[in-house]
């Protein structure tokens, strides 16, 4: 069995409040798949757009293989997730309610390379504040007790 990789988008974190989560898996070309599980992929600003009924995973960036055709290798092009209709319909009724989806995170399961969905709000500069204060309280805590 293959060792699952996993890369985390902490970004989508610091500015989103993620609520709800969701699983799908992506088209990719044999290239893609070998980039992502060798030099991996850049979700910083992956963010979900739906269209015609599909959902594309748009700003998630693969660098190029380096022993494949670099012709056929585009980093930042859109790529289509698979879902089931349910879980799109999920994702237009977010869209209408004024979420955010964003790619909270990729990981291999198998063969098979997955990304984690992230449904939530926008944080604002206050709120992204106040998690900040709150993760440093928490740190000194544990510094304090570790002592």
Not at 51 to 76: C, M, T
Request: aromatic fraction near 4%; charged fraction near 35%; hydrophobic fraction near 40%.
């Amino acid at each position: 069995m293959a060792r699952m990789k996993r890369f985390i988008n902490k970004n989508a974190y610091r500015i989103c409040a993620v609520a709800e989560k969701l699983t799908a898996g992506v088209v990719l070309t044999g290239a893609e798949v070998k980039a992502i599980r060798t030099r991996g992929i850049e979700l910083k600003d992956a963010i979900v757009r739906i269209k015609d009924g599909e959902a594309f995973l748009v700003n998630a960036v693969i660098n190029p293989y380096p022993f494949a055709r670099i012709e056929d290798q585009q980093p930042s092009r859109e790529r289509k997730l698979l879902l089931k209709e349910s879980e799109i319909k999920r994702l237009i009724n977010a869209k209408k309610a004024k979420l955010t989806i964003v790619a909270t995170a990729c990981y291999t399961k198998g063969r098979w390379i997955k990304i984690e969905l992230g449904i939530g709000r926008i944080k604002n500069k206050r709120q992204r504040k106040q998690d900040l204060i709150e993760r440093e309280a928490e740190r000194r805590l544990r510094q304090g007790l570790t002592q």
